[in-house]
């Protein structure tokens, strides 16, 4: 069956990066597009971009330009999310999901906490 | 950008109650194939969110038949007939129609 496996929990001060993945299987990646989600707890969820697996091409909400960079290592069939220049307003959970136009799958969400 | 407005914001309601939840678009979610790509998601306590409805009124495959979707254009309805435990957590209505995807702010339901 498909499966979407995020990686840990974060703890990062302000002013670095992190780099995010979503580790998939039971699917074919190589031909798939992949979206991450941003929320921060007891708010709605915004969608940060996507990106097609078979060429990397991407697209994003103009919000998040300069804050998110999508990568895919098909290899691994692991999508990436590095998110620079944290900052407290970046503290929140952040989801995979493969996208459709009806998102049926999601990862189970990262929570990121940016700190000193 | 699009915005979703749900109504009402949080809803409570006894095992078995019939319930509603609104969703307008401040612009038509009819995509110009003929699809309107509107969905409703329940998102559970601590968990991530499950897709329930796909194109305004198709259910996604393993959710329940109580679980109904009606609605065109800018206005949209998620009913739910007969309410079971399982049920309590945040629903949310999202668009894929219009580039950024985005959702609704939730409602929140909470069971008696």
């Known amino acids: 069956q498909v499966k979407l496996q995020q990686s840990g929990a974060e703890l990062v001060k302000p002013g670095a990066s992190v780099k995010l993945s979503c580790k998939t299987s039971g699917y074919t990646f190589s031909t798939s597009y992949m979206s991450w989600f941003k929320q921060i707890p007891g708010q709605s969820i915004e969608w940060i971009g996507m990106?097609?697996?078979?060429?990397?091409?991407?697209g994003y909400n103009q919000k998040f330009k300069g804050k998110a960079t999508l990568t895919v290592d098909t290899s691994s069939s692991t999508a990436y999310m590095d998110l620079s220049s944290l900052t407290t307003e970046d503290s929140a959970v952040y989801f995979c999901?493969?996208?459709?136009?009806?998102?049926?799958?999601w990862g189970q969400g990262v929570m990121v906490t940016v700190s000193s | 950008d699009v915005v979703l407005t749900q109504t009402p914001p949080t809803l409570s309601a006894t095992i078995g109650q019939s319930v509603s939840i609104s969703c307008r678009s401040s612009q038509s979610l009819l995509d110009s194939d003929g699809d309107t790509y509107l969905n409703w998601l329940l998102q559970r306590p601590g968990q991530s969110p499950q897709l329930l409805i796909y194109?305004?009124?198709n259910l996604e495959s393993g959710v329940p038949n109580r679980f109904s979707g009606s609605g065109s254009e800018t206005d949209f309805t998620l009913k739910i007939s007969g309410v079971e435990a399982e049920d309590l957590g945040v629903y949310y209505c999202?668009?894929?129609?219009?580039?950024?995807?985005?959702f609704g702010s939730g409602t929140k339901l909470e069971i008696k």
């Open positions: 999901a493969i996208a459709t136009y009806y998102y049926a799958y």
């Open positions: 999202m668009q894929a129609t219009h580039a950024p995807l985005t």
């Open positions: 990106i097609y697996a078979g060429d990397g091409g991407t």
């Open positions: 194109s305004v009124s």
